[in-house]
């Protein structure tokens, strides 16, 4: 039997190979489009969404509270997103994508959407829903 090397097997460096090889190439289509990979998202999460906190924003997009909040404030700068107090609890800030924003993330989603269809060719429609929902399922777990 060939020895295999630790990390070809294992879940965690497969799923960051998945998604590097997944991005790499979107990833020229967000910049072309003025926007870094946090940034992107920051706006596609946002998108269609009703107002979220920043606390929640940063976990959804995988980054530390600081990081999204100061994030955020340049967005917000920019009129991409409009910040405001939460009327339930004054301590959190919401954030909500302004129509502005949702014209500039709108077609990098479509262009995401036709770059993953490319990507998941080779699957058939059953397995892409299966790969989906088991990875939903995996990230659960946290």
């Known amino acids: 039997m060939e020895n295999q090397r630790f990390v070809d097997n294992y879940l965690g460096y497969l799923l960051g190979q998945a998604n590097h090889a997944l991005f790499k190439d979107f990833e020229a289509v967000v910049r072309e489009a003025g926007l870094g990979s946090l940034e992107w998202r920051v706006l596609a999460t946002l998108s269609g969404q009703a107002p979220m906190p920043v606390g929640q924003l940063a976990q959804e997009v995988l980054s530390q509270q600081p990081t999204v909040t ?29 129509a502005t924003g949702q014209r500039l993330i709108t077609p990098l989603i479509e262009q995401s959407r036709e770059h993953e269809a490319r990507v998941l060719a080779d699957l058939d429609e059953a397995d892409v829903r299966r790969l989906k929902r088991q990875l939903r399922q995996l990230a659960r777990f946290r």
């Open 70 to 98: 100061k994030l955020v404030q340049r967005l917000a700068a920019q009129g991409w997103v409009e910040l405001r107090d939460d009327p339930a609890d004054q301590r959190r800030t919401l954030v909500e994508i302004t």
